[in-house]
């Protein structure tokens, strides 16, 4: 029997289409799978380490320390160990989860909301580079979930700090817009990290859940030369109305470093983006007969507006296949993620033998629950228990209309953070 990353496949492949539609999001996500990614672009062999095209002769090198923030950096690690095993000297990564490693430290820290178990296991990341040399190599895992697991705040307090991403969450904040507030309020993010680590050199493996993989945005972007400003960051508090709800004074923000020079010993490697998912989507659907078509993997807009937009645009015979980062602007006060709510935003316009899948590739769609399908299963559903779609979606109440209509996906933590994915197939 073939093992699902969906846990509750078996419940939701009601129909040939569900079942198909779940097997292209399987078949993406195995694409981009940690290790798959990692083995990719990393390689140890005859004491040499190449990452992406360049090679490190490990004799040069004194130590070897791995660190890491995001919800890939527990798996990353973990796959670190298998290649180069007592060479790693020490390391500490934040992840959502924990797990038993042989050389690195894995501490579980909090999200979307950094709190002061963060804190402390980011302390312990700025012990390690404050005592690393110049012939020592530091590995820094970058992905998803980085810019609240990795807190280390300019001088911000933590209950300030948290009023700032509840309130630009709420207001609809792009991630773009969030992690440039970020950026300023910290003294990690926005290529902090590698200031923070004198002369030693420097390997981020990023993992982008960031649209257009802008690797200075993922996880605020710690080893990256930052083009952003204190300005903008004011701008963009200022556009939301958080100055003054949150509490910030001027020295709560700081610029990053702007000489290249501070970053000519690092080299950043992109490791795996959505593009790679959608490809393998793309396979899959042409396979099982579908002519497919990727809308964007750039997706972004007002969750159930896009719901809307993908049903209304997919034709017959096709898989219309997208991945991206929509946004919610939360004015009730139920609970839920963006992709339930793009699913919802689905149910008014979906067409007979059509079904959309909204799901967050890591997940955890603000809820335990990964995302949601919609077709006129669903719609039947809602009726029969009488479920206005358009008050649960007023009141963001995402969560508990997919659950009421059993039209909610469960995958779990996946170890990956590649942004949403959305796949609409119709007959």
């Known amino acids: 029997m073939k093992k699902h990353l969906i846990?509750?496949?078996?419940?939701?492949?009601?129909?040939?289409?569900?079942?198909?539609?779940?097997?292209?999001?399987?078949?993406?996500?195995?694409?981009?799978?940690?290790?798959?990614?990692?083995?990719?672009?990393?390689?140890?062999?005859?004491?040499?380490?190449?990452?992406g095209?360049?090679?490190?002769?490990?004799?040069?090198?004194?130590?070897?320390?791995?660190?890491?923030?995001?919800?890939?950096?527990?798996?990353?690690?973990?796959?670190?160990?298998?290649?180069?095993?007592?060479?790693?000297?020490?390391?500490?990564?934040?992840?959502?989860?924990?797990?038993?490693?042989?050389?690195?430290k894995s501490?579980?820290?909090?999200?979307?909301?950094?709190?002061?178990?963060?804190l402390k296991a980011t302390a312990e990341i700025v012990a390690l580079l404050k005592r690393v040399g110049p012939k020592d190599l530091v590995i820094t895992i970058v992905s998803g979930g980085g810019s609240a697991l990795?807190?280390?705040?300019?001088?911000?307090?933590?209950?300030?700090?948290?009023?700032?991403?509840?309130?630009?969450?709420?207001?609809?904040a792009t991630i773009r817009e969030m992690n440039t507030v970020r950026k300023h309020l910290s003294a990690l993010q926005g290529g902090q990290l590698v200031k923070l680590a004198h002369s030693a050199t420097m390997i981020g493996l990023i993992f982008s859940d960031v649209p257009g993989d802008d690797i200075g945005m993922i996880a605020s972007g710690p080893t990256v030369l930052d083009?952003?400003?204190?300005?903008?960051?004011?701008?963009?508090?200022?556009?939301?109305?958080?100055?003054?709800?949150?509490?910030?004074?001027?020295?709560?923000?700081?610029?990053?470093?702007?000489?290249?020079?501070?970053?000519?010993?690092?080299?950043?490697?992109?490791?795996?983006?959505?593009?790679?998912?959608?490809?393998?989507m793309v396979e899959v659907a042409r396979k099982v007969g579908f002519k497919p078509r990727v809308l964007s993997t750039l997706l972004a807009g007002e969750a159930s507006e896009v719901g809307e937009m993908l049903v209304k645009n997919v034709k017959r015979g096709e898989a219309l296949i997208a991945a991206g980062e929509t946004t919610v602007h939360v004015i009730g006060r139920g609970h839920g993620g963006r992709n339930q709510e793009v699913a919802m935003g689905a149910l008014e316009k979906i067409p007979v033998n059509t079904v959309l899948l909204a799901i967050s590739s890591d997940g955890h769609d603000n809820s335990v629950a990964a995302g949601a399908l919609s077709d006129l299963e669903v719609v039947a559903k809602a009726k029969k228990f009488r479920l206005d779609v358009k008050k649960y979606l007023a009141d963001n109440n995402s969560f508990e209309f997919t659950k009421k209509t059993g039209s909610q996906v469960y995958t779990g933590i996946t170890n990956i953070n590649i942004s949403d994915l959305f796949v609409v197939l119709r007959k």
């Open 7 to 51: 846990r509750n496949y078996r419940t939701l492949a009601t129909s040939e289409l569900r079942a198909t539609v779940l097997d292209i999001f399987e078949a993406g996500m195995t694409a981009v799978s940690t290790e798959t990614a990692i083995r990719k672009q990393v390689a140890v062999n005859a004491g040499k380490l190449r990452v």
């Open 53 to 104: 095209k360049k090679m490190y002769d490990l004799a040069n090198f004194e130590k070897i320390f791995v660190i890491g923030c995001g919800k890939a950096s527990v798996e990353t690690a973990r796959v670190l160990e298998k290649m180069l095993g007592k060479k790693i000297t020490g390391g500490v990564v934040i992840d959502v989860r924990n797990a038993k490693l042989q050389h690195i």
């Open 107 to 118: 501490v579980a820290g909090t999200h979307p909301f950094p709190s002061v178990r963060n």
């Open 150 to 172: 990795l807190f280390w705040p300019h001088s911000i307090r933590l209950e300030n700090y948290v009023c700032v991403t509840k309130n630009l969450m709420r207001a609809g």
């Open 227 to 280: 083009t952003t400003t204190v300005k903008d960051a004011k701008r963009i508090l200022t556009k939301y109305n958080v100055t003054e709800t949150c509490k910030i004074v001027g020295g709560d923000l700081i610029e990053t470093p702007n000489d290249a020079g501070v970053f000519k010993k690092v080299q950043n490697v992109l490791v795996v983006n959505n593009v790679v998912a959608v490809r393998a």
